[in-house]
């Protein structure tokens, strides 16, 4: 699949943004200006780029939740300074600062409150796409990410088979760390690759190299293609966690040696090395991206710090998490 050059460097525009986006909550965190238990996605940036440049090249439309660490993904749906201040707890959000990172949703944009435990998120989505596809929806789809823990959960086989039976309009999509809060994937499954267990619902499964964005647009452009098509299909990327868990995580359960050279590694300076050598990038374009992303971002969270905290009555409002009448919308 091809490319042009002012896709690349979109997708580099991406990829910078992902890391900005992550540094600026590492820091905001112990700054004291966000609240609460963040999954900082620094080094899976290639991860969201490649899924967003898939989303923005297609006319299909997803309905997804993304997996905790795509928070530009997230981002994307909702609008950027929406995101932000949902993240400061702040009334301008997009849930009015009560959904915190990880229950963000929009359902007009596309973005599913997340199920309260991981592993039922494919379930969940499972259940949407039937619902697309009984409705007569065409090129709608859902978005099923999961990380490599989610993925041994018993309800992910009872959604795959339902998905399966009933040919549903659904894309899973394994984000693989490798580490599953402090779980390593070789100590909770014994496959190489995670998007084998496809096979077991007759559905194609595929496993590309996460720290390449354009890999990942790739397979996530064609896992869409057949899902729009109510072929379910599993897409896998391999990608490494750099931080915790959380922010704060001392990560006392794996060797931190990969630290004393993270540029080997980097998902950001590969993709620059890759664009330079096509002729696309620049040192002088690289510092451009760098600030101007850097300035969205960090004019967000001032935006987001001077409006009003959701107060107590926003926050106990249990209308925003329950339907209270038969039908009702989220």
Known sequence: MNFSNEELLEMYSDIVKSRVLGEKIVE?????????????????????????????????????????????????????????????????????????????????????????????????ISGFAWALKNDGKKRQIGFAPYGDGAISQGATYEAMNIAALFQLPVLFFIENNGIAMSTPVEKQSPLENLADRAAAFNMQGVTVDGDDPVAVAEAVLNGMELAANNEPNVVEVKTMRWEGHYVGDPQKYRDLSY???????????????????????????????????????????????VQNVATKEQVLDYSRVYSNNAGGEL
């Open 28 to 124: 905001y965190i112990y700054s004291g200006k966000i609240a609460g238990a963040i999954h900082p996605c620094l080094g899976q940036e290639a991860v969201s780029a490649g899924i967003l440049t898939a989303f923005k090249k297609s006319d299909i439309k997803t309905f997804g939740t993304e997996t905790h660490r795509a928070q530009t993904v997230m981002a994307h749906r909702v609008g950027w300074k929406p995101f932000i201040a949902e993240l400061l707890g702040r009334t301008g959000g997009c849930n009015d600062g009560i959904s915190g990172e990880y229950h963000i949703h929009d359902l007009k944009n596309g973005q599913l409150p997340a199920a309260g435990a991981l592993g039922g998120t494919w379930a969940e």
């Open 259 to 305: 630290k004393n050279d993270l540029d080997s590694i980097c998902p950001v300076i590969r993709f620059e090395k890759r664009l330079k050598a096509l002729g696309i990038l620049d040192d002088e374009t690289i510092k451009a991206v760098r600030e101007a992303q850097t300035k969205e971002i960090v004019d967000g969270f001032d935006e987001g710090l």
